[in-house]
């Protein structure tokens, strides 16, 4: 790119967005689209119309815009889906102030659910556990936010934990199995040994985790996040896969035998050593 553009129009599939440079750098300089548009990137610009093109869907994409020319969004006048997907999309941005702003309202929300307990009961009994091994079999902690914090070993078998957000914690040989994780976050977090037989991650967001020789057999991973994941020597036999996106992720030694990969995204993942035997794809005839 030849200089620093000061006012671009944005193309999306289907939908089109005109700002400035300045909009899209000043009030999150250290996310991702102020790095795009700082001028030390090469941008794909039609030739012709001058479009950017940004490959992501453009839904939510007002919000964002609003967001970094006011500092507002309309969170709490969006559905719950909606509010889950302008996350994801702010996520991905590296938006940190919007992230913390969506996380609020859900939580806020979340703190009405029936759940078993709350984050300060999670910390002590943590803290305090005698013997050094915590229990949390069975319980309900939907809607909870646990980022962040130190959950070594912690046995969440059969637990609902929908929605939860585990983002950037260390949960290395936590207990997962036949749990309910539907779209909880695990961002970032430190999953390596863990067992999650037969547990639903559905939607799950597993972007950047670490699940070295986890264990997900029979686990239901369908439409799940595992982009830039490290999953050496992670198991995955006869696990569903259907649409999830393991886009740069590292599989080397994963163990896929038998596993659903219909509609995943394996574009640049690292599949050295990868067990692929009988596995179901869009390629089987």
Known sequence: MGGLIKSLSLYFSGKKFCTTVETL???????????????????????EKGYVFIDRDGKHFRHILNWLRDGVAPIRNLSDLERVELLREAEYYQLLGLVDMINEVLNKKDEQMDTDLTRTDIIKIVQYAASGCVSLIGVNLSGLDLSKLCLKGVDFSFASLNKVIFSGANLHHAQFQGADAENTNFQNATLTDCEFTKANLRGALLAGANLRSANLHCSELCDADLRSARLENARFTYANLEGANLEGANLTGAKMRKANLKGANLQRACLVGVDLQDTVSNFDS
């Not at 991702?32 to 794909?44: D, E, N, V, Y």
């Open 25 to 47: 750098t000043h009030r999150e300089p250290r996310s991702m689209l102020a790095a795009m548009f700082s001028g030390r990137h090469t941008l794909c610009k039609d030739s």
